[in-house]
């Protein structure tokens, strides 16, 4: 079995929801806010301010300036929660088998050879009904925020990693959840993690 | 159940194995060198030259205006077999159920709602060990050599398609043979077609 599941996904596509209810069929813990509330304990930032920063971040080089004050200050802020995160993922797959959600686990874990990686979309309108619905999002248009989500995350994984996010070579499995269902991705991606060594 | 599963692959990561077993084990038709002959039958050409150039192109700009003769006699050879392979690739999709391995078939049959659109692809490696293994290439650099299939298959759908090859969002399942392993793969793929509206 593989024992660490990190689960990367597209905002609204019920990656968070498959991760959970993965992690319960499997007996282990699922780690998804408990890593934010990790995060703020030792870097000291607010909890809301972590699960934006240590995700997202703007994809041209002038925001990237705007926003980054490393070339004349030391390390971000972002560098900073990028260190703590790395940190504190990497001491939760040291305790044991275990369900990582986003927070580019994936790439923080790379050279273990206990994980499988799982990528989780979905066709944007699946994801905009989910995050009105699902989320109660209140957005008025929230396709355009969905990609305004999606870029900003994908230029995270460019800064603080070498992986293209969402490229399927990066990752063991990806599932579309919005054509297979939460249901049977859950039951999928649990016999995969069963049987493969 | 999905009527329809198409399968894209990297070259030598066992995409083809896949579907063959995937149509045995549900009891379809899997069609692979049947386009190719078709398309031969229809166009008057080689089956090898088919094979080369329903799939692959060159990458460069320069590579691409010296290849392709569309800018000053018409259509080339590329174009026409293209061309083919779409209606040939249509008319198998009205047939009935089946899988179809690879010639662009999920781009080609995307404005069907009964398709399932799998990719499979292999880390480079072990792809390398397959190819000289099971396929009997005697390439000395089989690395080399992969990654050659692979920049030109990619090419073929830039030019061709509006996908960007190997991007999960394009398909609804993508899975690493070389970490799920063939058989699990298989049986993944079968569960998944059959349980899917």
């Given at each position: 079995m593989k024992k660490i599941i990190t689960i990367s996904r597209e905002f609204g596509g019920g990656g968070r929801t498959i991760g959970k209810r993965l992690a319960e069929e499997l007996g282990v813990p699922c780690y998804d806010s408990e890593i934010i509330e990790k995060v703020a304990i030792e870097s000291g930032f607010a909890e809301e301010y972590i699960k934006d920063k240590g995700e997202y971040t703007y994809p041209s080089l002038l925001m990237g300036l705007l926003m980054s004050r490393s070339l004349y200050t030391g390390p971000s802020n972002e560098d900073k929660i990028w260190l703590i995160q790395c940190k504190?993922?990497?001491?939760?797959?040291?305790?044991?088998?275990?369900?990582?959600?986003?927070?580019?686990?994936?790439?923080?874990?790379?050279?273990?050879?206990?994980?499988?990686?799982?990528?989780?979309?979905?066709?944007?309108?699946?994801?905009?009904?989910?995050?009105?619905?699902?989320?109660?999002?209140?957005?008025?248009?929230?396709?355009?925020?969905?990609?305004?989500?999606?870029?900003?995350?994908?230029?995270?994984?460019?800064?603080?990693?070498?992986?293209?996010?969402?490229?399927?070579?990066?990752?063991?499995?990806?599932?579309?959840?919005?054509?297979?269902?939460?249901?049977?991705?859950?039951?999928?991606?649990?016999?995969?993690?069963?049987?493969?060594?």
């Open positions: 504190i993922i990497k001491e939760l797959a040291e305790k044991g088998p275990c369900v990582i959600v986003g927070r580019c686990a994936d790439y923080i874990l790379r050279e273990r050879d206990d994980v499988m990686k799982v990528f989780i979309h979905a066709d944007i309108k699946a994801r905009a009904k989910r995050i009105v619905e699902v989320y109660g999002e209140t957005d008025e248009d929230p396709i355009k925020r969905l990609r305004d989500k999606d870029k900003r995350r994908a230029a995270y994984y460019t800064q603080y990693t070498d992986i293209v996010w969402g490229a399927s070579r990066n990752y063991d499995v990806c599932l579309d959840s919005s054509v297979i269902g939460i249901d049977r991705c859950v039951s999928v991606l649990k016999e995969i993690a069963l049987e493969t060594e």
